[in-house]
Every structure is written in structure tokens, then in C-alpha cells.
């Protein structure tokens, strides 16, 4: 079944009474993914702040704890969610202009990540099929 575009999904609740902070990380995900609420840019922000790869983010300590491929898998899947995201053309274009300025998160983390040649070939991938992407969408949106 096609998706509906961004605001014709019927009855949703309104962006006041969206538990943003206490919503299962794979509800955030759709959220991002579905651009249901274009005008709220902090639905993405919460959500690259809460999908990290360590599960105790309470302190403020991230990834200490973290294998470097469990890091890297998590910053792939969020840069992945976005450029998804940024590129499908039945999202509102603020929304995806949001994604947009959002993908330096992830991939600055990534950027940070590399450490041999086989991973600065996947970000450099990741890099391109992002700049590819937005080349083709960049008139379109922002």
C-alpha cells in the first residue's frame, strides 16, 4: 500500500502530546523515516541523541562501552535513516531539508570512527551516496 504524504495520515496526535524523550527508539526511527511531523525538527535531534549504540546514556557517557563495529552499525543505520529520508520526494520539504542539516551527526561520528582502509572506503560511500542525493534534490528543496 503507497505511503500517504507528509500530513494526510489521518488522526495523529498533535506534536504537544508526543512523549518524545520516553518513545521506543523504533518509533522515533518511523517518525524521522515517515516525516509525519514536518514542523518539529526536534523529533530528529531527540532521536539521533537517543539512538546510540550504549543503553546506560543517562550519565551523559556515550560508547565507552561499545564495540567499535556495534558504534559503527548504529552511525551507518542513522546516516542510512537520513539520506533515506532526505531523498524520498513524498516528504514534506522542510522535513527533508531537516534531515539534511542533521546527516553531520552521524557522519562526523563515522568520520571519527575510521580506522583502517576498509572503513574509510564505506564512509567515503556513505559520503558519496549522501552528496549524490542531495545533488539531485538540493532545487528541489532548501
Given at each position: 500500500m503507497?505511503r500517504?504524504?507528509?500530513g494526510?495520515?489521518g488522526?495523529?496526535?498533535?506534536q504537544s502530546?508526543?512523549p518524545?524523550?520516553?518513545?521506543?527508539?523504533t518509533m522515533l526511527?518511523?517518525?524521522?523515516?515517515?516525516?509525519?511531523y514536518p514542523?518539529?525538527h526536534?523529533?530528529?535531534s531527540?532521536w539521533l541523541?537517543?539512538?546510540?549504540?550504549?543503553?546506560?546514556?543517562?550519565h551523559?557517557?556515550?560508547?565507552?562501552?561499545c564495540s567499535?563495529?556495534r558504534?559503527?552499525?548504529?552511525y551507518?543505520?542513522?546516516?542510512?535513516?537520513?539520506?533515506?529520508?532526505?531523498a524520498?520526494?513524498?516528504?514534506a520539504?522542510?522535513?527533508r531539508?531537516?534531515c539534511?542539516?542533521?546527516?553531520?551527526r552521524?557522519?562526523?561520528?563515522?568520520?571519527?570512527?575510521?580506522?583502517d582502509?576498509v572503513?574509510a572506503?564505506?564512509?567515503?560511500r556513505?559520503e558519496?551516496?549522501?552528496?549524490?542525493?542531495?545533488?539531485?534534490?538540493?532545487?528541489?528543496?532548501?
Amino acid at each position: 500500500m503507497p505511503r500517504k504524504p507528509a500530513g494526510q495520515s489521518g488522526t495523529q496526535p498533535r506534536q504537544s502530546e508526543l512523549p518524545l524523550n520516553t518513545m521506543p527508539i523504533t518509533m522515533l526511527r518511523a517518525l524521522v523515516r515517515n516525516g509525519d511531523y514536518p514542523d518539529n525538527h526536534l523529533i530528529i535531534s531527540i532521536w539521533l541523541e537517543r539512538d546510540r549504540c550504549c543503553e546506560d546514556t543517562e550519565h551523559g557517557v556515550f560508547c565507552q562501552s561499545c564495540s567499535h563495529a556495534r558504534q559503527w552499525s548504529t552511525y551507518v543505520q542513522q546516516a542510512q535513516l537520513l539520506i533515506d529520508t532526505m531523498a524520498d520526494e513524498l516528504i514534506a520539504k522542510q522535513w527533508r531539508c531537516s534531515c539534511v542539516n542533521h546527516m553531520f551527526r552521524p557522519m562526523s561520528s563515522l568520520k571519527r570512527l575510521v580506522r583502517d582502509d576498509v572503513s574509510a572506503m564505506e564512509f567515503r560511500r556513505i559520503e558519496y551516496e549522501y552528496l549524490l542525493n542531495f545533488e539531485y534534490i538540493k532545487n528541489s528543496l532548501c
